[in-house]
Nanobody, 125 residues
Framework: QVQLVESGGGLVQAGGSLRLSCEAS????????MGWFRQGPGKEREFVAA???????FYANSVKGRFTISRDNAKEAVYLQMNSLKPEDTAVYYC???????????????????WGQGTQVTVSS
């Protein structure tokens, strides 16, 4: 069982930056694949970025070059640095985790077993 708590959301102007954090409980954090998803108003939850145990990172095309996912296994945390934010990045951002599985895609929400409560990111134009 893993519990996830996100923080770092807020209101920012277009072009600004935010850094989201997700702290996990559990003794085996390093064995989990971690991901970030988001859900905008009236939209489906969508993949943002993933950092599986394999250490290869994955990004949605819409955020590639602007967002960076990182993880610190010693601190049992995963981060999402968001730069050059756009109004369309406005959403609730969720941290997700699953026991590592290299044979399973990282880009769909149903592939993850544990979720945080979400943190709101609002980008004003």
């Amino acid at each position: 069982q893993v519990q996830l708590v996100e923080s770092g959301g807020g209101l920012v102007q277009a072009g600004g930056s935010l850094r989201l954090s997700c702290e996990a409980s559990g003794r085996t954090f390093s064995t989990y694949d971690m991901g970030w998803f988001r859900q905008g108003p009236g939209k489906e939850r969508e993949f943002v970025a993933a950092f599986p145990r394999s250490r290869n990172t994955f990004y949605a095309n819409s955020v590639k070059g602007r967002f960076t996912i990182s993880r610190d296994n010693a601190k049992e945390a995963v981060y999402l640095q968001m730069n050059s934010l756009k109004p369309e990045d406005t959403a609730v951002y969720y941290c997700a985790a699953r026991r590592t599985n290299p044979y399973k895609t990282v880009v769909v929400s149903t592939a993850y077993d544990y979720w945080g409560q979400g943190t709101q990111v609002t980008v004003s134009s």
